[in-house]
């Protein structure tokens, strides 16, 4: 079955759901997935400071969310 077949605009939710995870899984039970590329670990310590010096961390869930909405329009 090709992409071009799903018309995922006349899905319900619950039926998208399905798809990613029926994708999520194909991919993680495959050779997809095998180690993290090296920038990886780097950037999760650089978050991690980051989050326990509080220097970009400036805004709980709700706050951020409506910034990025706003930012969306």
């Known amino acids: 079955m090709g992409t071009e077949s799903l018309d995922v605009q006349k899905m319900s939710g619950e ?29 999760l310590r650089e978050r991690e400071g980051e989050w326990k010096d509080r220097e970009s961390v400036s805004q709980d869930w709700p706050e951020a969310r409506e910034e990025i909405r706003r930012t969306l329009k």
């Open 15 to 43: 039926e998208k759901i399905a798809l990613m995870e029926r994708l999520w899984d194909s991919m993680t039970d495959s050779e997809y997935f095998t180690e993290p590329p090296e920038w990886h670990e780097a950037a």
